[in-house]
């Protein structure tokens, strides 16, 4: 398929959403990717990389190479993730800080949308897609209760650690961002980026890469052999982890720093009539209906051939 500038211009605006959701602990930016049309292009593109592509850039020149590895798509789409995610993590980090309940208020909106786009390409609901929704939604629920551990700087563990979340990050319903905060690197994987730390995040690069060349083989296996189950469970996980998104929260317990600075470790979702203070529930019902737009925006530019 030949692509023109605009295509590629539209690939990098979806990346700017996907890296946007990544930054956000409780949303994927697998979400975003399969909404927009890009999934299985992604992952088939992320499993291609091994070492024939190497013979063919010594063996047929840079030209074939470039092309076998996809790289004006990648080109595309990572400059958007990475401009977005470095940029979106600090506005993102303010906006949980300060205004909680209308940023997951959007990305509530966001969710829903999802299930219901994600779910629609499952093209047959029997008995086995079921099952595979039901796993999926309590395999995300599970996750979304867990508690966050103690935060970690060691090398090995931050290598470990973006090995995992990047697994998380490329599947849809699954936050790689909470699943940095739950093993306890989300801070210091945020500091590293605030501090411009090259050694922390060559190690999360490093983890992050070779999570995502292993478990990509698994995904575009499970496509091709049992493409109906995987949706139902992709679509699980996203209705599972709605319980994390939930603007109204009552905090049970808090972590404190060692500077004396509290931030909520576990949580329940309430009802917003029962939430202590604002709940700024008009605003947060327009921002959940903005969210919901959104993903139809991006749904209709992913059909678009």
């Known amino acids: 398929m030949q692509r023109r500038l605009i295509d590629y211009f539209i690939i990098s605006l979806k990346g700017l959403a996907m890296g946007a959701a990544d930054a956000v602990p409780g949303v994927s930016g697998g979400t975003i990717a399969f909404i927009s049309g890009i999934y299985e292009e992604l992952i088939n593109t992320i499993s291609n990389v091994n070492a024939s592509l190497f013979k063919t850039l010594f063996k047929e020149g840079f030209k074939p190479f470039w092309q076998q590895v996809n790289g004006n798509f990648l080109i595309a789409l990572l400059t958007g993730i990475v401009i977005s995610f470095v940029s979106f993590m600090r506005l993102a980090k303010y906006l949980l800080e300060y205004h909680p309940i209308l940023i997951w208020s959007f990305f509530f909106g966001l969710i829903i949308a999802s299930i219901y786009f994600v779910g629609k390409q499952v093209t047959k609901w029997n008995l086995g897609s079921i099952f595979s929704f039901v796993i999926g939604a309590a395999v995300a629920f599970y996750i979304s209760k867990l508690p966050t551990l103690a935060t970690n700087e060691n090398p090995w563990f931050l290598l470990v650690a ?10 849809p319903g699954i936050s790689g961002s909470f699943i940095l905060i739950i093993l306890g690197a989300y801070k210091t994987l945020s500091n590293a980026i605030h501090d411009l730390d090259a050694k922390k995040l060559l190690i999360f690069i490093s983890g ?15 496509f091709k052999h049992y493409h ?14 709605l319980n994390r998104v939930w603007p109204w929260k009552n905090t049970l317990t808090w972590h404190t720093n060692s500077k004396g600075i509290k931030t909520p470790l576990m949580q329940e979702s309430i009802s917003p009539l029962a939430f202590e203070g604002n709940n700024q529930l008009s605003f947060a019902i327009i921002l959940m209906v903005l969210g919901f737009l959104t993903i139809f925006i991006l749904e209709r530019l992913g059909s678009k051939k």
């Open 208 to 222: 992050a890469v070779i999570g995502l060349l292993s478990f990509s083989h698994v995904l575009k296996w499970l």
């Open 162 to 171: 973006g090995a995992i979340a990047i697994c998380a990050m490329i599947l």
């Open 228 to 241: 109906n189950a995987t949706l139902a469970v992709l679509t699980g996980f996203i209705f599972g982890s």
